[in-house]
């Protein structure tokens, strides 16, 4: 067979969803499917994935056997529009038994707010269940939640907060809306943090002027915490988050109105506000990241990865040791699915969920 047909009949494999896809470097299975929306992932053992699903569901997944048990105990959510069951995450020296991380939209006041919440896992139940932080984020409007979850390697606990469709916010440092938080894991506040003694501002904040983050991820190769956020109409983010950094929105942008062709804001750059590491034109829509570690796609090694939503695929962005990104790579684009969440396994696979409900594995294309 030649290079073209073989090119071809790959394509029409991933297009009809079979259960392995050649390529040059990976094999694509699927795993799980008729999932809802899965938002977030996390591996809870060497075989199992607890999953939410934006609805308001949280299960777990054997990625064995496809079998899927849902759990009780999840709370009540606020399902509209992109509000709903968000991320779930755990610590990075998790043992089973340990305290389970989740962002969700909670009504206060018959407003959506993004909430930080623990839980243990007992069998098929989710107990003890914890609101940790209760931001201050509450709109009529159902947009712009975030939310994503990451871990320092020194015991703290990172998640995001979109400016919830109202772009003044994610300058105003007496609501959540529109940063980065930053809390110790049983949800007190760092005493360096960056806003702690400082007036009119919320002690939680680590960074603000933030559209909206939906994802967001620790690197402990080289201890940066990293982020990415959609923009208006382009302008989509990679930043590199740091302590008390103001990253612009909706001052400073890359975007330009939905309504036509003016830029957002007074510009791409301003004295005081970062610049993204990489930026999108067009958007991409983001809704995961994750740093790759594993030894099993080794060209990956130390990369940051992304799903994309609008433009559908897998986003591999290369950085070089200073954080600078060198290079870039789309994946899967004929797969033709909006790509949410990321979560890498114990021994270096890729698993990806899609908005159609489905779950896939990335693998090696020669396994040992």
Do not use: C
């Not at 999932?35 to 992932?41: C, Q, R, T, V």
């Not at 243990?120 to 509450?138: A, E, I, M, V």
């Not at 949800?187 to 983050?213: C, K, Q």
Request: charged share 20%; hydrophobic share 35%.
């Amino acid at each position: 067979m030649g290079q073209f047909k073989r090119f071809v009949f790959a394509s029409l494999l991933i297009l009809s969803l079979s259960s392995v896809v050649s390529a040059e470097t990976y094999q694509l299975r699927q795993v799980g499917s008729d999932l809802g929306i899965p938002w977030g992932m996390v591996f809870i053992s060497d075989d199992e994935i607890l999953f939410t699903e934006r609805a308001g569901k949280a299960g777990i997944l054997n990625t064995q056997s496809g079998r899927v048990v849902y759990l009780t105990g999840v709370p009540k959510v606020v399902v509209q529009s992109q509000g709903g069951l968000l991320d779930v995450a755990k610590a990075p020296d998790y043992v089973q038994g340990d305290w389970i991380y989740f962002t969700y939209s909670k009504s206060i006041k018959n407003q959506g707010v993004t909430t930080l919440a623990r839980a243990h896992l007992n069998g098929s139940k989710l107990q003890d269940w914890d609101d940790l932080l209760l931001t201050h984020s509450g709109t009529d409007t159902n947009v712009h939640y975030g939310s994503r979850i990451a871990f320092d390697d020194s015991g703290h606990v990172y998640f995001s907060i979109g400016d919830r469709g109202i772009r003044a916010n994610a300058q105003d440092l007496t609501l959540h809306a529109g940063s980065i938080v930053r809390l110790k894991r049983d949800g007190s506040i760092p005493v360096d943090n960056p806003f702690v003694d400082t007036a009119n501002a919320l002690p939680e904040i680590w960074s603000y002027g933030h559209r909206n983050p939906q994802g967001l991820v620790w690197d402990n190769d080289h201890k940066r915490l990293w982020s990415i956020e959609h923009g208006p109409r382009g302008g989509d983010e990679i930043n590199l988050i740091e302590k008390g950094k103001n990253y612009g929105w909706p001052i400073i942008s890359y975007g330009k109105e939905y309504w036509g062709l003016a830029s957002v804001g007074e510009g791409t750059h301003k004295a005081g506000m970062e610049q993204p590491a990489k930026y999108y034109i067009p958007s991409i829509a983001p809704g995961s990241l994750l740093y790759y570690t594993g030894d099993s796609f080794p060209e990956w090694q130390g990369s940051l990865l992304a799903g994309a939503l609008k433009l559908r695929h897998l986003n591999i962005v290369k950085l070089n040791e200073q954080g600078k990104v060198i290079a870039e790579e789309r994946l899967l684009e004929d797969l033709n699915q909006r790509i949410r969440a990321l979560v890498q396994s114990p021994e270096g696979w890729i698993y990806f969920s899609t908005d159609r409900g489905n779950i896939y594995v990335l693998t090696p294309n020669k396994l040992n």
